[in-house]
């Protein structure tokens, strides 16, 4: 069993950033495939950023690629969400999710781990 606890979302302007954070607990996240998902309220949940095993390789969408920046530190057992230059479009709830033993995918129903989500809320 993998548990996720997002943290670091919030209000900010257009323009600014934030961290977002996702705190693991269980002796797999070395092995873990690790991904950002968010959901906007009326949409559907779609793919932010993954990063692989040890922090190799990393994906994005396209639609945040040059301003997010996803990461991992092993030893705290943590993936972090750099969001950068943040536009209103940004506004969702953002989760993050564990793969164990498998590569990245960018579809939601590959995960098999999910957080409860934080709120990040980007003002015009």
């Known amino acids: 069993q993998v548990q996720l606890v997002e943290s670091g979302g919030g209000l900010v302007q257009a323009g600014g950033s934030l961290r977002l954070s996702c705190a693991a607990s269980?002796?797999?996240?070395?092995?873990?495939?690790m991904a950002w998902f968010r959901q906007a309220p009326g949409k559907e949940r779609e793919f932010v950023a993954a990063?692989?095993?040890?922090?190799?390789?990393?994906n994005y969408d396209g639609s945040v690629k040059g301003r997010f920046t996803v990461s991992r530190d092993d030893a705290k057992n943590t993936v972090y969400l750099q969001m950068n230059s943040l536009i209103p479009e940004d506004t969702a709830v953002y989760h993050c999710?564990?793969?164990?033993?498998?590569?990245?995918?960018?579809?939601?129903?590959?995960?098999?781990?999910w957080g409860q989500g934080t709120q990040v809320t980007v003002s015009s």
């Open positions: 999710a564990a793969r164990i033993y498998a590569s990245m995918e960018t579809n939601p129903t590959a995960y098999e781990y």
């Open positions: 990063i692989s095993w040890g922090g190799g390789i990393t």
């Open positions: 269980g002796r797999t996240f070395r092995r873990s495939t």
